[in-house]
């Protein structure tokens, strides 16, 4: 059971996502309106928070930093506004996961508990160093060989999901569905594409890889080169 705090106008939604969640043994309180939801995350100190971005008081994403300001609660958006570009700019302004409407009760408390699961492992904000590669999450920077490299929000996400699983090997599918926060789809390029730019800002390729190893008809496995030992 987890002490949730659902922020969304629409009494139709809340009460649905109340009845829900109620079910499987979670204890939910309830804001209409950004401020409201503000005071009472800071009040009654839920474990993760439902955040709503059409709020009528405040825009949602502005609620999302303020709250990130206060708060290391995980956060939820739930929305409408499920283009790529929304949800890397919620990602990047602290929500930890992204569901667009309308979404079941069961894919929810999945997220809930991943979420959960996450905020339970305080290894996943420590800076994680494999060979020469340092990937720092608290400051959002990776460093190879003492360069600091230029990565986009995205390449960051990718890399620190990569090496909290270092010698792992990591689908496609979980890339999409961990970084991308939208299903796996066997046709989509999107992760080729990114590994791509990746490889070039790690100084690699895929013929000739030091970093990131392909591993066919499976995924990718993050490993410091050979001759270079991880601390």
Known sequence: MAKILIVEDDPTIRTGVVRALGERGHAVATA??????????????????????????????????????????????????????????????GADDYIVKPFGAGQLDARIRAVLRRAGNPEE?????????????????????????????????????????????????????????????SADKTVDVHLSWLRRKLGETALAPRYLHTVRRVGIRLAAPDGAATP
């Open 125 to 185: 904000d420590a800076a994680i160093t494999v060979g020469g590669l340092s990937v720092d999450p608290r400051s959002r920077q990776a460093i190879l060989d003492g360069t600091t490299l230029n990565l986009t929000p995205r390449e960051f996400d990718m890399l620190h999901y990569l090496a909290l699983r270092e010698g792992q090997v990591v689908t496609k599918g979980d890339l999409l569905t961990h970084v991308w926060q939208i299903p796996y789809a």
């Open 32 to 93: 209409a309106t950004a401020l409201a939801g503000l005071q009472m995350a800071v009040a009654e100190q839920p474990e993760v928070v439902l955040l709503d971005l059409g709020l009528p008081d405040l825009d949602g994403r502005e609620a999302l930093r303020m709250l990130r300001a206060v708060s290391r609660v995980p956060i939820i958006i739930i929305t409408a506004a499920g283009t790529e570009k929304d949800m890397v700019r919620a990602l990047d302004a």
